[in-house]
């Protein structure tokens, strides 16, 4: 399972790249808005420290226009993934960018049906928002269920990337489907490695140390 980094603030993708956990980026315009920086410089400063496919999302909604922002995004860096909506516009663009060997992203997946067009249409990644799903009461990762099951079934080259991710439990559901990328916030990244129990056990494990007196160096 890959993991990527769902921000824009390169101070945390360098924490997290530092840790050996960092299989690529994802970046939409809100979290691009989020950073107050520049796109252009933010994406060729993220493609520079990172090695697999950093995601910069289009925000033309017609194809001309997704066309030619992905022809600058796509000179930013090798490694930039081009990020498309999940509308007839943007599943055009996949095509066409994909026929002419870019990775594309196909954002804002709701449904399986939406999921069948992306592969369709060749997309590197197809991103099923499992948390935005849940907050309306449907269920995110049964989404997730049903689209690994179906390119299961067929020589799909598109991956999985499960997105909008909140808490652990969705990591851990989306390892346990088998997906093949999850996109995970930094703080949810924070949080996985947490557990009452360690601390506890690190605390008692040091206070044993220090009463005898040694020193491993
Ligand atoms: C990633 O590609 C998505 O843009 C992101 O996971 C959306 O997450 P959100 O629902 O928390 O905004």
């Given at each position: 399972m890959k993991f990527f980094i769902d921000t824009a603030e390169v101070a945390e993708i360098a924490e997290f790249n530092d840790l050996g956990l960092v299989d690529g980026v994802t970046t939409n315009p809100s979290l691009i808005a989020k950073s107050g920086r520049d796109m252009v410089d933010t994406i060729r400063e993220i493609c520079a420290m990172v090695r697999g496919p950093v995601s910069a999302e289009v925000t033309a909604i017609d194809f001309a226009g997704m066309m030619a922002e992905a022809e600058k995004l796509r000179a930013i860096a090798e490694n930039v993934a081009i990020k498309v909506p999940l509308t007839e516009a943007g599943i055009k663009a996949c095509k066409a960018l994909s026929d002419d060997g870019a990775d594309v992203n196909v954002t804002l997946c709701f449904s399986a049906a939406q999921a069948i067009l992306a592969a369709k249409a060749g997309a590197a990644f197809i991103s099923p928002f499992v948390g935005r799903l849940d907050d309306i009461g449907q269920d995110g990762m049964g989404l997730i269920a049903e689209i690994c099951d179906i390119y299961d079934?067929?020589?799909?080259s598109t991956e999985v990337l499960v997105a909008s991710?909140?808490?652990p439990m969705h990591v851990v559901e989306a390892a346990k489907l088998g997906a093949d990328v999850v996109t995970v916030p930094a703080k949810i990244l924070k949080q996985m490695f947490k557990h009452p129990l360690t601390d506890k056990g690190l605390d008692a494990f040091l206070a044993d140390w220090k009463k005898t007196g040694q020193s491993i160096l």
């Open positions: 079934q067929y020589d799909f991710v909140r808490h």
